[in-house]
Nanobody, 121 residues
Framework: QVQLVESGGGLVQPGGSLRLSCATS????????LAWFRQAPGKEREGVLC????????YWTDSAKGRFTIARDNVKKTYYLQMNSLTPEDTAVYYC??????????????WGQGTQVTVSS
């Protein structure tokens, strides 16, 4: 059974940093694309970025470039979203999700429960 469990969300001041974790189990971690999505209040869910099975990162949100990075630990079967220089516009529920090897915008069949990130002074 595939399981994805996010952690690390919380309240952070503008300009601050936060690292989210997604602990996984139940699938061949090394061979999957790992992604982060987010949904802000009153907005549709959007893809933020994704790392494919060859560790190539694709950014889906321009505002994340230069501020957010994704990393994976194949031993711990956990991946991370490092977020720097946070702004109030980054406030959202963040979700981890997986699909087959490539970072295509569709086809994410397994999702975590989400973790709230609030950027506010």
């Amino acid at each position: 059974q595939v399981q994805l469990v996010e952690s690390g969300g919380g309240l952070v001041q503008p300009g601050g940093s936060l690292r989210l974790s997604c602990a996984t189990s139940g699938f061949g971690f090394d061979y999957y694309a790992l992604a982060w999505f987010r949904q802000a209040p009153g907005k549709e869910r959007e893809g933020v970025l994704c790392m494919n099975s060859e560790n190539i990162t694709t950014y889906w949100t321009d505002s994340a470039k230069g501020r957010f990075t994704i990393a994976r630990d194949n031993v711990k079967k956990t991946y991370y979203l490092q977020m720097n220089s946070l702004t109030p516009e980054d406030t959202a529920v963040y979700y981890c999700a997986i699909r087959g090897a490539q970072c295509l915008p569709r086809g994410f069949g397994s999702w975590g429960q989400g973790t709230q990130v609030t950027v506010s002074s």
